[in-house]
Nanobody, 124 residues
């Protein structure tokens, strides 16, 4: 079965950086669109960033544009989220997800597999 395992979360001060990783197994990774989502306590899940199967197309939430960068290494079955200039409002559980969609213009409903999440906490 498909497994997505996130890592790299933690506690960081505002202005700091973290890099999240998501290693996938049980699927032909290079054919899947991958995404990062986040959910803060009491808030709805938010789409953070999506990357196409080739890495050639990406999409970002307005709240993270210019600060976060999504990338993937198909040889390692891994997708990354580099997060710079972190803000307290970035505090959330971050989830990795996989979709068979062939476009990055998709939402959470289009993702069929999800990881367990990794906590990111940004202190002020």
């Amino acid at each position: 079965q498909v497994q997505l395992v996130e890592s790299g979360g933690g506690l960081v001060q505002a202005g700091g950086s973290l890099r999240l990783s998501c290693e996938a197994s049980g699927l032909t990774f290079s054919t899947y669109t991958m995404g990062w989502f986040r959910q803060a306590p009491g808030k709805e899940r938010e789409r953070v960033s999506i990357i196409s199967w080739s890495g050639g197309s990406t999409r970002y939430a307005d709240s993270v544009k210019g600060r976060f960068t999504i990338s993937r290494d198909n040889a390692k079955n891994t997708v990354y989220l580099q997060m710079n200039n972190l803000k307290p409002e970035d505090t959330a559980v971050y989830y990795c997800a996989a979709s068979k969609a062939r476009t990055v213009v998709i939402g959470g409903r289009d993702f069929s597999s999800w990881g367990q999440g990794t906590q990111v906490t940004v202190s002020s």
